[in-house]
T-cell receptor, first 114, second 115 residues
């Protein structure tokens, strides 16, 4: 069965600093990979996804992620964090053929200091 | 409405009681999903519908949990004989089709507390 590991439970960065959130997955074939963001009082929102092709994917709000098959990773990055980025971030994997049944990681809570 | 709507937003009940949670998906979305998010965890898949039928209910923890979507739109998650371990946020999501590749649109969730 597929699984997702987000090793960082909580990360604090200063506004304007760069950000990288780690995600490692376990799945036998090429997975579908996603990053979702969950802000207080709001539903989960899709930031970006990877299905195939270019391993560097661009998402909304200035986020990007890079799929590295050799490392089974799909880390999320942003060059300059804004205070409004403070939220919980979830990495998820979907199985090829049933891409909408997702397995989520436990999440990384991002705190932004001014 | 424009997004996925879930009611109630909060539900407090006593152990052993019956609970219904409702989800109204985005208009035109044929696929509907239920996930459960326990404190400090990521969402966990419960069930998904394509149209009126449950296409995959492998995530339902036991037979106390049941979900319906009789007209292919609104769905109700039903929990019988609630237990304290059922306390969680129950998330509903919808997508245009089940093959739309994980573009799920989530509601804000129904927080269930079982005393």
């Amino acid at each position: 069965a597929q699984s997702v590991t987000q090793p960082d439970i909580h990360i604090t960065v200063s506004e304007g600093a760069s950000l990288e959130l780690r995600c490692n997955y376990s799945y036998g074939a090429t997975p579908y990979l996603f990053w979702y963001v969950q802000s207080p009082g709001q539903g989960l929102q899709l930031l970006l996804k990877y299905f195939s092709g270019d391993t560097l994917v661009q998402g909304i709000k200035g986020f990007e992620a890079e799929f590295k098959r050799s490392q089974s990773s799909f880390n999320l990055r942003k060059p300059s964090v804004h205070w409004s980025d403070a939220a919980e971030y979830f990495c998820a994997v979907g199985i090829t053929g049933t891409a909408s049944k997702l397995t989520f990681g436990t999440g990384t809570r991002l705190q932004v200091t001014l | 409405g424009a997004g996925v709507s879930q009611t109630p937003s909060n539900k407090v009940t006593e152990k052993g009681k019956y609970v219904e949670l409702r989800c109204d998906p985005i208009s035109g979305h044929t696929a509907l999903y239920w996930y459960r998010q326990s404190l400090g965890q990521g969402p966990e898949f419960l069930i998904y519908f394509q149209g009126t039928g449950a296409a995959d209910d492998s995530g339902l923890p036991n037979d106390r949990f049941f979900a319906v979507r009789p007209e292919g739109s609104v769905s109700t998650l039903k929990i019988q004989r609630t237990e304290r371990g059922d306390s969680a946020v129950y998330l509903c999501a919808s997508s245009l089709t089940s093959s739309s590749g994980g573009e799920l649109f989530f509601g804000e969730g129904s927080r269930l507390t079982v005393l």
